[in-house]
């Protein structure tokens, strides 16, 4: 991380429903031994941020208690309180120890049939707990990146019309997720994912709110990929490649090489991350 980066790096994980309770505190306990060791996240620069389901929550938080990981959740209402039978709210998450959310997962919008205006009063609802929303935005088909990334910024406009400054200003982690990659055996190519995150940016820098807003790569990342993007991405968003602790280890091996190349650069005059 260099001293021109609004951030440090992100790297997130999502088990979504893929572990039971045993398997969470099991995979918990090893990301938190990696973390509490590895000088990419006690230096602060990466962010870490573990996603379980519901249940596993109050349990991930007492894991990574004392170390710099932070605990998110897979999604939240947009009312803080109320008679939603089976919802969880923003105010909730944030009193367990939550500190991110996920806004807008590509299969929260085809299976719960989720649109952009739910996803808006999600947005606003999860900084008005004090959480950060990680926007999750992708197309649905393989498209040309021009296109791609225009279908990407709709969303994201959509999404974060709502909020006033003070609410969300520099607040969103956004989640670049190509639906067709989502659980492929391989990610989008190199040269895709650096076009369309780079575009995403530079919208993100045409509005005062949400610029200085971090952009990552979700849809089949693992290890890696963080090498292969450099500096056209803010972090990775994981999933099952990341099942195995040491998949993690090694993604945060990369997140520290690119902050140390930024910070050699800047050193030298070149450009920072």
């Known amino acids: 991380m260099t001293a021109d980066s609004a951030h440090p790096m992100f790297v997130g994980v999502s088990l ?103 996803l808006r009063a999600k947005v606003v609802a999860a900084v008005r707990n004090g959480l950060t929303p990680i926007v999750c935005v992708g197309e649905s088909d393989p498209v040309d990146v021009e296109t791609a990334a225009q279908y990407c910024i709709e969303q994201l406009a959509a999404m974060t019309s709502s909020a006033t400054e003070g609410e969300i200003a520099r607040r969103v982690v956004v989640a670049y997720e190509p639906v067709w990659a989502i659980g492929a055996d ?31 790569y979700g849809g089949s990342a693992g290890p890696g990929l963080l090498t292969s993007l450099g500096n056209t991405v803010d972090g990775l968003f994981l999933g099952r490649f990341a099942h195995q602790p040491g998949a993690v280890s090694g993604v945060l091996d990369e997140a520290l090489e690119l902050a140390g190349a930024d910070a050699r650069g800047a050193e030298a005059g070149g450009p920072a991350r």
């Open 16 to 118: 979504k429903m893929y572990f039971d309770h045993a398997q969470t505190e099991r995979w918990c306990a090893a990301v938190a031994e990696i973390a509490d060791a590895h000088p990419a996240v006690t230096s602060g620069a990466v962010d870490v941020v573990v996603i379980p389901s519901f249940p596993e929550l109050p349990a991930a938080t007492e894991i990574f208690a004392g170390t710099a990981v932070h605990v998110g959740a897979q999604n939240l209402h947009f009312e803080d309180a109320g008679a939603f039978t089976g919802e969880v709210s923003g105010r909730q998450l944030a009193q367990v120890g939550c500190t991110h959310v996920e806004v807008g997962h590509a299969e929260r919008r085809r299976l719960f049939h989720e649109d952009d205006e739910m």
């Open 186 to 216: 391989r990610p989008a190519s190199h040269e895709h994912i650096s076009g369309v995150c780079s575009a995403v940016k530079r919208w993100l820098d045409t509005h005062p709110l949400l610029v200085g807003s971090r952009v990552i």
